[in-house]
């Protein structure tokens, strides 16, 4: 190759890349084997990705062969009463020896304007170029809570999501939208009513130690509103046998019990940012990406 001309392209990855993207994932050591991206890039496949927006990413190729690939989730989300366009900059690589091309991956990534991006789990060295291309943090940590020991929000009631959930002014349809997807997803969807409104929320399960199973909170309108309910959606967790939840956060939840942690930071770019409480589409549950992939820095 490097005795030919170098004709450098970066273009949408189309179905029948399946395999090389896989290679690439696999060359830049992000865990997880053959099957476990076969099935992630399917279910990327499935995904109902908003029209003009790539469905998978974008493939770097040098003389016709591909060297570099980024994997982009590009999702129709509920903000209040609109539905705005969110896009989960996950996985990339590049062979070091084409890196001085990475950057039209990037470009060709962040080219929608309307859009808001974010970064959910950012390696040391991304997060040094992170600026640069024009986002802000707006996460620092977890708070881990005991939700059940919360004061009893008297009135309510939880339920899980289920197919048949009706829009009205309450519950839009993009909301039940999310509830249901990540149903599918394996998480847990569940809807409070309370003084005759709902409200939605998902958990992901994750098993930390082997033994201990906490609910982290993907999807709510807001940390405000897991506070108010947080009593009884605890203790129907804890009839599942799950007694810890995360939230995302940058430092203690006023109304919980429990403990503050730094973690991977979360960031973003674009018109409307991400509250804290709702990942919904990301990396963790569209992908089952649900440990902290690493670009590869093999020389």
Same mark, same amino acid.
């Given at each position: ?8 392209? =970066?273009?949408? $990855?189309?179905? !029948? ?87 039209? +991956? ?13 970064? $959910? ?8 170029? *992170? ?37 009205? !002014? ?5 909301? $039940?939208?999310? +509830? ?6 394996? =998480? ?55 007694? *810890? ?43 089952? *990406? ?8 093999? !020389?």
């Amino acid at each position: 190759m490097a005795s030919k001309p170098l004709r450098v392209r =970066c273009r949408q $990855i189309r179905d !029948d890349d399946a395999d090389a993207v896989v290679r690439l994932l696999q060359k830049g050591g992000f865990g997880g084997d053959r099957d476990f991206w076969a099935i992630s890039l399917r279910r990327l496949a499935n995904h109902p990705t908003p029209e003009g927006y790539p469905k998978f990413g974008y493939l770097l190729e040098v003389n016709g062969v591909p060297v570099g690939m980024l994997l982009l989730i590009s999702s129709l989300v509920p903000a209040g009463p609109e539905m705005k366009v969110r896009c989960n900059v996950s996985s990339w690589y590049v062979f070091p020896a084409f890196r001085a091309y990475a950057g039209l +991956l990037v470009a060709h990534a962040l080219r929608h304007k309307d859009a808001t991006y974010f970064n $959910i789990s950012p390696t040391l060295p991304t997060i040094a170029h *992170l600026a640069a291309q024009g986002y802000t943090r707006y996460c620092d940590g977890r708070f881990l809570a005991l939700p059940a020991l919360s004061l009893r929000s008297f009135g309510a009631r939880v339920a899980p999501a289920a197919p048949g959930l009706k829009a009205g !002014d309450d519950l839009s349809p993009g909301e $039940i939208g999310v +509830l249901l997807s990540h149903l599918r997803y394996g =998480c847990i969807s569940v809807v409070v009513e309370a003084d005759g409104r709902r409200h939605p929320f998902v958990f992901e399960t994750m098993t930390h130690f082997r033994v201990v199973r906490v609910a982290y909170l993907v999807y709510s309108r807001g940390i405000a509103e897991f506070v108010r309910f947080a009593g009884p959606l605890g203790r129907f967790l804890a009839r599942r046998g799950i007694v *810890l939840v995360q939230l995302d956060g940058s430092g203690p939840v006023k109304g919980l019990i429990g403990h503050y942690f730094q973690a991977t930071p979360k960031y973003f770019r674009g018109p409307d940012p991400p509250r804290l409480g709702d990942i919904a589409y990301s990396e963790r549950e569209v992908l089952g *990406l649900r440990f902290p992939p690493s670009v590869g820095t093999e !020389d």
